[in-house]
């Protein structure tokens, strides 16, 4: 029912089932997950980033990653969501990892073009605002000293 909800775009719907099924997980195999777990944990982490609560998002697919730790999509959703909240450092990493295990991952591929882009616009702008301000101050002080 939750992946019927969320492949038709109703992510609190999918949400409330993924998390049912997550509780009840929990309670047949005590508070420690097996792998088989992993998938109901990336559809949370899917499911909350779409209604765009990002660092729960971020704590499902890390919970995801624990119980199978070299799958290339959950990297990718990682840095998907990290490039979301604006931590392109982190992003970046999390692609390369997707990509050391999947080379040919295009949305990976695709993302970390994109967050490196938007990444170099960022420290572009920063590097011009600090052109920008040091030239104000010189501005300033050739004035003081007329």
Known sequence: MGVIAFQ????????????????KAQIT???????TWETLLSNL???CRKLGRYQEALRYHKQALV???NKASTFSALGFVNSLLG??????????KALGIQREDTFSVHMLGET?????LEVNT?????????M???DRSDEESD
């Open 8 to 23: 038709n775009g109703d992510y609190i719907v999918a949400e409330k089932f993924f998390k049912e099924a997550l509780q």
């Open 45 to 47: 982490g899917h499911a």
């Open 116 to 120: 490196l882009e938007q990444l170099t």
């Open 67 to 69: 119980l199978v730790p």
């Open 87 to 96: 931590n392109h450092h982190e992003a970046i990493g999390y692609f390369h």
């Open 126 to 134: 920063d590097v011009k605002e600090d052109n920008d301000m040091s």
């Open 29 to 35: 195999s005590g508070e420690v997950l097996s792998e």
């Open 136 to 138: 104000e101050m010189n």
